[in-house]
Protein backbone atom coordinates (compact mmCIF):
# COMPACT_ATOMS: atom_id res chain seq x y z
CA UNK A 1 0.00 0.00 0.00
CA UNK A 2 1.32 3.60 -0.61
CA UNK A 3 0.54 7.17 0.92
CA UNK A 4 0.70 8.44 -2.68
CA UNK A 5 1.28 7.59 -5.98
CA UNK A 6 2.29 10.28 -8.91
CA UNK A 7 1.73 9.76 -12.45
CA UNK A 8 3.62 12.54 -14.72
CA UNK A 9 6.91 12.99 -15.18
CA UNK A 10 10.73 12.66 -14.53
CA UNK A 11 13.93 14.35 -15.00
CA UNK A 12 16.84 16.19 -13.72
CA UNK A 13 17.28 19.79 -13.93
CA UNK A 14 20.23 21.47 -14.79
CA UNK A 15 20.49 25.48 -13.23
CA UNK A 16 22.08 27.98 -14.90
CA UNK A 17 22.18 30.77 -11.71
CA UNK A 18 23.64 34.25 -11.14
CA UNK A 19 23.45 37.64 -12.40
CA UNK A 20 23.68 37.64 -16.18
CA UNK A 21 21.36 34.25 -17.12
CA UNK A 22 18.51 35.91 -18.43
CA UNK A 23 17.76 34.51 -21.92
CA UNK A 24 17.64 36.85 -25.24
CA UNK A 25 13.72 35.60 -25.84
CA UNK A 26 10.71 34.73 -23.42
CA UNK A 27 10.14 31.14 -22.16
CA UNK A 28 8.17 29.79 -19.98
CA UNK A 29 8.03 25.91 -19.14
CA UNK A 30 6.61 24.59 -22.41
CA UNK A 31 8.81 13.54 0.07
CA UNK A 32 6.90 12.90 3.45
CA UNK A 33 5.06 9.47 3.19
CA UNK A 34 5.27 5.89 1.27
CA UNK A 35 5.53 6.74 -2.13
CA UNK A 36 5.59 5.55 -5.44
CA UNK A 37 6.29 7.56 -8.90
CA UNK A 38 5.22 6.33 -12.41
CA UNK A 39 7.16 8.57 -15.02
CA UNK A 40 9.03 7.72 -18.08
CA UNK A 41 12.94 7.50 -18.57
CA UNK A 42 15.55 6.27 -20.88
CA UNK A 43 17.86 3.76 -20.85
CA UNK A 44 21.00 6.71 -20.63
CA UNK A 45 22.79 7.35 -17.80
CA UNK A 46 20.48 10.81 -16.83
CA UNK A 47 17.51 7.72 -16.41
CA UNK A 48 19.76 5.64 -14.16
CA UNK A 49 20.69 9.01 -12.18
CA UNK A 50 17.23 9.81 -11.69
CA UNK A 51 16.49 5.94 -10.45
CA UNK A 52 19.38 6.28 -7.99
CA UNK A 53 18.12 9.80 -6.32
CA UNK A 54 14.69 8.31 -6.02
CA UNK A 55 15.44 4.94 -4.51
CA UNK A 56 17.72 7.11 -1.90
CA UNK A 57 14.67 8.87 -0.84
CA UNK A 58 12.91 6.31 -0.32
CA UNK A 59 10.57 6.39 -3.41
CA UNK A 60 9.32 3.20 -5.18
CA UNK A 61 10.07 3.14 -8.86
CA UNK A 62 9.09 -0.20 -9.99
CA UNK A 63 6.40 1.25 -12.23
CA UNK A 64 8.55 3.26 -13.59
CA UNK A 65 8.81 2.42 -17.22
CA UNK A 66 12.37 2.36 -19.04
CA UNK A 67 12.59 3.43 -22.98
CA UNK A 68 15.46 1.28 -24.66
CA UNK A 69 17.87 3.39 -26.65
CA UNK A 70 15.78 6.67 -25.90
CA UNK A 71 16.92 9.64 -24.16
CA UNK A 72 15.87 10.60 -20.82
CA UNK A 73 13.88 14.31 -20.68
CA UNK A 74 16.24 17.30 -19.94
CA UNK A 75 15.11 21.01 -18.44
CA UNK A 76 17.95 23.51 -18.11
CA UNK A 77 16.76 26.10 -15.66
CA UNK A 78 18.22 29.73 -15.85
CA UNK A 79 17.83 31.66 -12.43
CA UNK A 80 17.74 34.66 -10.91
CA UNK A 81 16.83 34.50 -7.48
CA UNK A 82 12.42 35.18 -7.44
CA UNK A 83 12.38 34.36 -11.73
CA UNK A 84 13.45 31.80 -13.72
CA UNK A 85 13.09 30.44 -17.37
CA UNK A 86 13.00 26.69 -18.02
CA UNK A 87 13.86 24.80 -20.99
CA UNK A 88 12.78 21.48 -21.23
CA UNK A 89 13.67 18.27 -23.81
CA UNK A 90 10.84 16.47 -23.79
CA UNK A 91 12.06 12.92 -25.13
CA UNK A 92 10.38 10.16 -23.40
CA UNK A 93 8.10 12.59 -21.00
CA UNK A 94 5.79 12.58 -23.30
CA UNK A 95 5.06 8.40 -23.96
CA UNK A 96 3.57 7.53 -20.44
CA UNK A 97 0.80 5.66 -22.24
CA UNK A 98 -2.47 4.39 -19.32
CA UNK A 99 -0.40 0.53 -20.36
CA UNK A 100 2.32 2.16 -18.48
CA UNK A 101 0.39 2.36 -15.47
CA UNK A 102 0.42 -1.07 -13.54
CA UNK A 103 -3.30 -2.88 -12.91
CA UNK A 104 -4.18 -1.89 -9.48
CA UNK A 105 -2.10 0.28 -8.23
CA UNK A 106 -3.75 3.17 -7.72
CA UNK A 107 -6.61 1.10 -6.03
CA UNK A 108 -3.76 0.68 -3.82
CA UNK A 109 -3.22 4.59 -3.23
CA UNK A 110 -4.46 6.58 -0.04
CA UNK A 111 -3.80 9.40 -2.71
CA UNK A 112 -3.14 9.72 -6.23
CA UNK A 113 -1.51 12.62 -7.79
CA UNK A 114 -1.19 13.61 -11.68
CA UNK A 115 1.56 16.22 -12.52
CA UNK A 116 2.86 17.66 -15.65
CA UNK A 117 -0.44 17.25 -17.54
CA UNK A 118 -0.18 19.58 -20.16
CA UNK A 119 3.42 17.46 -20.94
CA UNK A 120 0.76 14.01 -20.87
CA UNK A 121 -1.96 15.25 -22.77
CA UNK A 122 -2.00 13.79 -26.03
CA UNK A 123 -1.35 10.55 -24.46
CA UNK A 124 -2.49 10.02 -21.30
CA UNK A 125 -5.34 12.04 -21.75
CA UNK A 126 -8.29 10.51 -23.24
CA UNK A 127 -7.88 7.48 -20.84
CA UNK A 128 -6.58 9.44 -17.42
CA UNK A 129 -10.25 10.58 -16.27
CA UNK A 130 -11.61 6.97 -16.24
CA UNK A 131 -7.92 5.81 -14.01
CA UNK A 132 -8.86 8.92 -11.86
CA UNK A 133 -12.69 7.64 -11.09
CA UNK A 134 -11.46 4.24 -10.75
CA UNK A 135 -9.13 5.43 -7.98
CA UNK A 136 -11.40 7.45 -6.37
CA UNK A 137 -14.31 4.40 -6.39
CA UNK A 138 -11.35 2.57 -3.94
CA UNK A 139 -10.97 5.27 -1.72
CA UNK A 140 -8.09 7.21 -3.10
CA UNK A 141 -8.57 11.04 -3.21
CA UNK A 142 -7.06 12.49 -6.50
CA UNK A 143 -5.30 15.67 -6.61
CA UNK A 144 -3.62 17.27 -10.30
CA UNK A 145 -1.15 20.48 -11.26
CA UNK A 146 -0.92 20.59 -14.64
CA UNK A 147 2.32 23.06 -15.00
CA UNK A 148 2.86 25.39 -17.80
CA UNK A 149 1.20 24.37 -21.32
CA UNK A 150 3.68 24.05 -24.56
CA UNK A 151 0.76 23.98 -26.68
CA UNK A 152 -1.11 26.98 -25.27
CA UNK A 153 -4.34 25.56 -25.57
CA UNK A 154 -4.79 25.03 -21.92
CA UNK A 155 -6.92 22.02 -21.41
CA UNK A 156 -8.89 22.50 -24.98
CA UNK A 157 -9.85 18.70 -25.41
CA UNK A 158 -9.83 15.95 -22.10
CA UNK A 159 -8.94 18.88 -19.74
CA UNK A 160 -12.68 19.25 -18.57
CA UNK A 161 -13.12 15.40 -17.95
CA UNK A 162 -9.95 15.04 -16.33
CA UNK A 163 -11.00 18.23 -13.85
CA UNK A 164 -13.85 16.66 -12.55
CA UNK A 165 -12.17 13.57 -11.16
CA UNK A 166 -9.46 15.99 -8.93
CA UNK A 167 -10.43 16.40 -5.68
CA UNK A 168 -7.85 18.99 -5.70
CA UNK A 169 -6.05 21.39 -8.54
CA UNK A 170 -3.25 23.14 -7.54
CA UNK A 171 -1.88 25.62 -10.27
CA UNK A 172 -0.07 29.14 -10.26
CA UNK A 173 -1.78 31.97 -10.30
CA UNK A 174 -0.43 32.37 -13.44
CA UNK A 175 -1.60 29.24 -15.10
CA UNK A 176 -4.87 29.08 -13.23
CA UNK A 177 -5.70 32.72 -15.12
CA UNK A 178 -5.45 30.88 -18.53
CA UNK A 179 -6.61 27.80 -17.75
CA UNK A 180 -9.98 30.16 -17.12
CA UNK A 181 -9.26 32.17 -19.76
CA UNK A 182 -9.45 35.34 -17.49
CA UNK A 183 -7.39 37.83 -15.85
CA UNK A 184 -9.42 37.82 -12.78
CA UNK A 185 -8.00 35.49 -10.26
CA UNK A 186 -11.39 35.19 -8.12
CA UNK A 187 -13.27 34.12 -11.60
CA UNK A 188 -10.76 32.02 -12.58
CA UNK A 189 -11.20 29.91 -8.72
CA UNK A 190 -15.24 29.74 -9.64
CA UNK A 191 -14.53 28.89 -13.18
CA UNK A 192 -12.16 26.07 -12.27
CA UNK A 193 -14.16 24.98 -9.38
CA UNK A 194 -17.63 24.58 -11.03
CA UNK A 195 -17.29 20.93 -11.60
CA UNK A 196 -17.21 20.34 -7.62
CA UNK A 197 -13.68 20.09 -7.31
CA UNK A 198 -11.07 22.21 -4.80
CA UNK A 199 -8.69 24.57 -5.73
CA UNK A 200 -5.26 25.71 -4.16
CA UNK A 201 -3.56 28.42 -6.28
CA UNK A 202 0.44 29.19 -5.78
CA UNK A 203 0.43 32.87 -5.19
CA UNK A 204 4.63 33.20 -5.34
CA UNK A 205 5.95 35.40 -2.40
CA UNK A 206 2.40 35.90 -1.64
CA UNK A 207 1.30 32.21 -0.22
CA UNK A 208 -1.66 30.61 -1.48
CA UNK A 209 -5.28 30.91 -1.94
CA UNK A 210 -7.94 27.99 -0.95
CA UNK A 211 -11.24 27.57 -2.29
CA UNK A 212 -14.12 24.78 -2.36
CA UNK A 213 -17.00 25.93 -3.70
CA UNK A 214 -18.48 26.89 -0.14
CA UNK A 215 -14.68 28.21 1.84
CA UNK A 216 -12.11 30.58 0.79
CA UNK A 217 -8.88 30.99 2.92
CA UNK A 218 -5.16 33.01 2.73
CA UNK A 219 -2.57 31.84 3.42
CA UNK A 220 0.90 34.29 3.67
CA UNK A 221 4.61 32.59 4.31
CA UNK A 222 6.80 35.32 6.41
CA UNK A 223 9.05 37.50 3.49
CA UNK A 224 12.26 35.62 2.52
CA UNK A 225 14.52 36.41 0.04
CA UNK A 226 14.50 33.80 -2.50
CA UNK A 227 18.05 31.90 -3.59
CA UNK A 228 16.36 30.45 -6.12
CA UNK A 229 12.85 29.59 -6.81
CA UNK A 230 13.35 25.85 -9.07
CA UNK A 231 10.50 23.34 -7.60
CA UNK A 232 9.14 25.45 -5.34
CA UNK A 233 5.83 24.85 -6.55
CA UNK A 234 6.27 20.98 -6.32
CA UNK A 235 7.41 21.64 -2.76
CA UNK A 236 4.06 22.99 -1.90
CA UNK A 237 2.50 20.02 -3.43
CA UNK A 238 4.58 17.84 -1.01
CA UNK A 239 3.90 20.06 1.96
CA UNK A 240 0.36 20.01 1.51
CA UNK A 241 -0.61 16.91 0.14
CA UNK A 242 1.69 16.06 3.33
CA UNK A 243 -0.59 17.91 5.53
CA UNK A 244 -3.76 16.16 3.94
CA UNK A 245 -2.01 12.54 4.56
CA UNK A 246 -1.87 12.79 8.01
CA UNK A 247 -5.20 14.20 8.54
CA UNK A 248 -5.59 18.12 7.94
CA UNK A 249 -8.22 19.52 6.63
CA UNK A 250 -7.45 21.66 3.43
CA UNK A 251 -7.18 25.17 4.87
CA UNK A 252 -4.55 23.73 7.47
CA UNK A 253 -2.63 22.01 4.97
CA UNK A 254 -2.05 25.64 2.82
CA UNK A 255 0.57 26.53 6.06
CA UNK A 256 2.68 23.29 5.31
CA UNK A 257 2.37 24.02 1.84
CA UNK A 258 3.86 27.66 1.83
CA UNK A 259 6.29 26.37 4.33
CA UNK A 260 7.80 23.62 2.54
CA UNK A 261 7.38 25.91 -0.99
CA UNK A 262 9.19 29.19 1.34
CA UNK A 263 12.10 26.81 2.88
CA UNK A 264 12.94 25.09 -1.01
CA UNK A 265 14.07 28.60 -2.30
CA UNK A 266 16.65 29.09 0.39
CA UNK A 267 18.45 26.42 -1.60
CA UNK A 268 19.55 25.78 -5.24
CA UNK A 269 17.25 23.43 -6.79
CA UNK A 270 13.81 21.96 -5.69
CA UNK A 271 15.43 19.64 -3.47
CA UNK A 272 18.61 21.96 -2.40
CA UNK A 273 16.60 22.96 0.84
CA UNK A 274 14.19 20.53 0.92
CA UNK A 275 12.28 19.34 4.81
CA UNK A 276 10.67 16.79 6.53
CA UNK A 277 7.54 16.97 7.59
CA UNK A 278 8.44 17.75 11.67
CA UNK A 279 10.21 20.63 10.24
CA UNK A 280 7.38 21.83 7.73
CA UNK A 281 5.41 21.54 9.91
CA UNK A 282 6.97 23.30 12.91
CA UNK A 283 7.70 26.01 9.79
CA UNK A 284 3.77 26.28 9.15
CA UNK A 285 3.62 27.41 13.00
CA UNK A 286 4.36 30.78 11.07
CA UNK A 287 2.09 30.62 8.03
CA UNK A 288 -1.32 32.16 9.02
CA UNK A 289 -4.62 30.78 7.52
CA UNK A 290 -7.42 33.41 7.59
CA UNK A 291 -10.55 33.73 5.54
CA UNK A 292 -10.56 35.40 2.11
CA UNK A 293 -13.37 37.38 1.33
Not at 42 to 60: H, R, Y
Not at 220 to 238: E, I, M, R, Y
Amino acid sequence: MFDLVVIGDCNPDVLVLGDDVTPAFGQQEKLVASMALVAAIGDDAAGGFMLAELAAAGVDTAAMPVRPRSPTGMTVVLSQGDDRAILTAECVIGTLTPADIPAGLLARARHVHVSSYFLLERVLGPDLPALLAAARAAGATTSLDTNWDPAGTWGADYFPDVLAQADLLLPNEAEALRMAGTADLTAAIASLTKAGGAIAVKLGARGARYADGTRQYLATPPPLAPVDTTGAGDCFNAGLLAGLLNGLQPPEALAPGCATGAASTQGVGGTGRATDLTAALALAADVPVHPAA
